[in-house]
């Protein structure tokens, strides 16, 4: 059973400063994807990587595929209270039909 | 230009009643997966139809839980004889062709329906 560990589960900080968002596992995937949900709405599709090494860029969040494809991270730069939300990693193993999603990662910007 | 609905928003049953929860995916879209998610958690996979193909129900949790999707469009999620461990938000997701074919597709997600088993 292919499984993704997020961390960390919960972060609170304030406005302005930088963070990172890890997605972590043993097994190997053919992509992985972030997604971000707000309250009582659905997750939306960030990014999708594909390539080990791969970095992706969006505004002032950056995303990276491991080498090996087996972990990725988020990385927020000047956080805005905008950027609160549930974020969550899901993978596609060699193979698979569908996603492994994290447990997620929910992230709070305080003003 | 809908994205992916769900209905109803919010069910509040009592244990042991069943439940019927519905999704419209965008149209053109041939995958369509369920999942379920507790209180602010990681989503759980549940079902997954594409196309014409036999669906994969390897998600389901038990056999109290069932789900079709009729003429390619619709789906409805059934949940016999629900419990109060089946609380959670059932979400709906749809994409053109499925992870079967395409490990970069985007999904869409409904808002999803939050149930409450009393």
């Given amino acids: 059973t292919q499984l993704l560990e997020q961390s960390p589960q ?8 930088n963070l990172t968002v890890y997605c972590n596992s043993s097994s190997v995937f053919s992509s992985l ?4 949900q707000e309250p009582g709405e659905g997750p939306v599709l960030l990014v ?5 090494g ?15 494809r087996k972990d990725s991270s988020l990385h927020i ?35 | 230009g809908a994205g992916v609905s769900q209905s109803p928003s919010n069910k509040v049953t009592e244990k042991g009643k069943d439940v019927e929860l519905r999704c419209d995916p965008i149209s053109g879209h041939t995958a369509l997966y369920w999942y379920r998610q507790s209180l602010g958690q990681g989503l759980e996979f549940l079902i997954y139809f594409q196309g014409n193909s036999a669906p994969d129900k390897s998600g389901l949790p038990s056999d109290r839980f069932s789900a079709e999707r009729t003429g390619g469009s619709v789906s ?4 016999q004889r629900t419990q109060q461990e089946d ?15 395409s490990h970069q597709e985007t999904q869409y ?10």
């Avoid at chain 1, 969550?88 to 994290?102: D, S």
């Avoid at chain 2, 409805?76 to 949940?79: G, P």
């Fill in chain 2, 109 to 118: 997600f409904g808002p999803g329906t939050r149930l409450l088993v009393l």
């Fill in chain 1, 48 to 52: 999708t990587v594909v390539t080990g």
């Fill in chain 1, 54 to 68: 791969e970095v992706k860029k969006l505004k002032r969040l950056t995303f990276q595929f491991g080498d090996a």
């Fill in chain 2, 76 to 79: 409805t999620l059934t949940i």
């Fill in chain 1, 77 to 111: 730069t000047a956080a805005q209270t905008g950027d609160t939300g549930l974020y969550l990693c899901a993978g596609a193993g060699q193979g698979a039909q569908k996603l492994v999603f994290g447990q997620g990662t929910r992230l709070t910007i305080n003003p």
């Fill in chain 1, 33 to 36: 994807q972030w997604y971000r």
């Fill in chain 1, 10 to 17: 919960f972060l609170s900080i304030q406005e302005g400063e």
């Fill in chain 2, 87 to 101: 609380s959670a938000v059932y979400l709906c997701a749809s994409s053109f062709l499925g992870f079967r074919f």
